[in-house]
């Protein structure tokens, strides 16, 4: 059988660098002590401490009646309970059978007012009437659109703010859209795999020149009327 020659060498090296429990570490449990064995009754459930002490001079409670008390007999009432009855059942009003609705031919009843089957709704006094709130705030609108309006003529009667034409907003929106599609197309021509800074640079300036020109197609197509400064 073969032995290697550096078999002595290896043993060495290893009793050298050995260290004893090194993987898991000394024990560093503490031994119980002899001395606290499980005594007897240790586990029992001890009754907490009472708050209250007995005091021999506290007033006691009344006594019990003694066997030979008698009650106090012959106290009788004047109300005459059965006409009085009677007379609350004669005048009382009569009760209304709660509405139901019955589903099935079984006779499954259901509550009719929840059901959704009585047009209450539509009975009210304030039914399609617009509320207090809703009207308040349309005023406030119409009142800051007038105010923008009047803005608006008085900024024209100056000569500070011109409106732009429908031929001249329709072809600033064109060119937006033609100057997209250009930085679109560049931005789809970009390598997959960017591994240099410029490329990165070059990338993020392409996104953020496409985010803007989105912006501003979008403030074109959604206002009909647009007003620059005049220099």
Same mark, same amino acid.
């Given at each position: ?6 078999k002595a060498?290896?043993?060495?090296d ?12 000394p024990a560093k449990?503490e ?8 005594k ?5 459930k ?5 708050? *209250? ?5 506290e007033p006691? *409670?009344?006594p ?6 008698h009650?106090?007999?012959?106290? $009788?009432?004047?109300k ?5 009855n ?5 005048m009382?009003?009569a @009760? ?8 099935r031919?079984?006779g ?5 007012e ?7 709704y ?12 809703i009207?308040?705030r ?11 309006d009047?803005?608006? $003529? ?5 000569g500070?703010? *011109?409106r ?13 859209k *033609? ?7 560049e931005? $789809? ?9 410029? @490329? @990165?640079i ?18 074109f197509? @959604? ?5 620059i400064?005049?220099k």
């Amino acid at each position: 059988m073969y032995v290697s020659v550096f078999k002595a060498a290896v043993k060495e090296d290893m009793q050298k660098f050995k260290t004893a429990v090194k993987t898991m570490g000394p024990a560093k449990l503490e031994i119980p002590s002899p001395k606290d064995f499980l005594k007897k009754h240790s586990k029992e459930k001890t009754l907490p401490p009472t708050e *209250k002490k007995f005091d021999r001079n506290e007033p006691r *409670k009344p006594p019990v009646p003694l066997r030979t008390d008698h009650p106090v007999m012959g106290i $009788q009432c004047e109300k005459n309970f059965i006409n009085t009855n009677a007379a609350d059942v004669i005048m009382a009003v009569a @009760k209304k059978p709660k509405p139901v609705y019955v589903d099935r031919r079984t006779g499954d009843k259901h509550d009719l007012e929840t059901s959704g089957l009585v047009p209450k709704y539509i009975n009210k006094k304030d039914y399609g009437v617009t509320p207090e709130y809703i009207c308040k705030r349309n005023k406030e609108a119409k009142k800051a659109q007038e105010e923008y309006d009047n803005y608006i $003529q008085e900024n024209l009667r100056k000569g500070a703010i *011109k409106r732009v034409s429908d031929e001249e907003r329709e072809a600033v929106l064109q060119g937006l859209k *033609k100057k997209w599609e250009e930085v679109h197309k560049e931005f $789809q021509s970009l390598s997959v795999f960017i591994d240099s800074i410029s @490329k @990165k640079i070059h990338k993020q300036k392409l996104e953020e020149e496409m985010k803007q020109l989105e912006h501003d197609i979008g403030v074109f197509e @959604k206002h009909k009327i647009i007003y620059i400064a005049n220099k």
